[in-house]
């Protein structure tokens, strides 16, 4: 019953996002005059149907919830009314064309300010130190980094993505919080290096949180310390052939239940709950691991945030569909309309914060496919 539910759910988000299209086109119209046949919520036999009997404009619910249309008269053949699509001008055609996808953009900048505001961004925090780290000195475990080079960390610009573009040797700035009196400094790092790690572990980000969280097969409690040094203890196994390590193994740690009872932690939960990570053999640092906390957009920041995070996902999609032409996408990993359906109904389980990253990225999809030149897809 509750997975019907949820592919109800993503039946209703796809015609909101279908329908906020074909509103565009709608509107557009009416402002330069175009005369419309039917604006239609789905495709197939119709279910409801209502006629303005001013101007004529028949509005339709139909059967089948995947996809929907706004008719223009003359969109297809000539016709001598004056207000038929072919009979305006090239400029206002186009216009009503392409304000479908302005009108996706808009919902998609709306959705993705409501995510920011709720689900907020990761601030790195750095964690722990390289043991050879010539930077231990200059930073202290849970300063929050902000800024590198002057560009602020945001929910679009990851600290990651950053720090790829900076060659061994350059010059970095970065912009901390203090953990020790929560006040900005910027620590500028010279001619940096970039420290191999010799053998992969895993380690635990979590700063706090855990007191009598996590409890030893024997029934005590772990302090954060405890925690850090079992998990630091188990040695990531690499298999040979694929060379991915096996996943972390939460055997030696318990939860204890309402009744005084003990239960293993799933590795999923455990991974979650203490923030274990792992370092691989080989991988390159500034000499210190760092973890995202949430941080979170006011309700104007949001506002002004979300234009930009529309336009990044828009770049990874096209970087996506590019990937099909250099090799890097396959045509498999792609999916139509029943393919977002499941997608939708399966992260709406996962919560809300889940839920409402996805509709700014699926309407960023629906523009940026409807203003591919063919026809087809539109709506």
Known sequence: MMTFLYILLALVVLMVLITVHEF???????????????????????????????????????LLPLGGYCAFEGEDEENPDKNAFNNKSPWRRLIVLVSGVLFNFIFGVITAAIFLMVNGYGLPYISEFTPDSKNATLFRQGDIVTKVNGKSVEAY???????????????????????????KQEIVLKGIQKYKTEEAYFYVSKMSGLDNLVYTPNGNAMSLDD???????????????????????????YKKNADGT???????????????????????????????????YGFFESILKATPFCFYICGLILMTLGGLFTGATKVSD?????????????????????????????????????????PALDG
Do not use: C, W
């Open 24 to 62: 565009g086109h709608f509107v557009a119209g009416k402002i330069f005059g175009f005369k419309i046949n039917e604006f239609s919520i789905g495709f197939g036999p119709k279910i409801f149907q209502k006629k303005n009997k001013k101007t004529g404009e028949l509005f339709s619910i139909r």
């Open 157 to 183: 610009r990851s600290m990651s993505d950053m720090l790829k573009k900076i060659e061994v040797g350059e010059d970095i700035t970065l912009t901390v919080l203090r953990n020790v009196d929560g006040k």
């Open 227 to 253: 925690i850090k040094r079992a998990v630091e203890s188990i040695k990531p196994v690499k298999n040979e052939e694929t060379g991915e390590y096996e996943k972390f193994s939460s055997e030696m740690f």
């Open 262 to 296: 003990l239960t293993r932690y799933e590795n999923d939960d455990f991974i979650k709950l203490v923030g274990v990570n792992l370092v691989k053999e080989g991988e390159t640092s500034l000499g210190f691991l760092f973890y995202n906390t949430q941080a979170h």
């Open 334 to 374: 792609l999916g139509g309309t029943i393919t977002a359906v499941s997608q939708i109904a399966d992260y709406s389980k996962m919560g809300l914060n889940t839920f409402l990253s996805l509709l700014p990225l699926l309407s960023m999809n629906l523009a940026i496919f409807n203003i591919l030149p063919i």
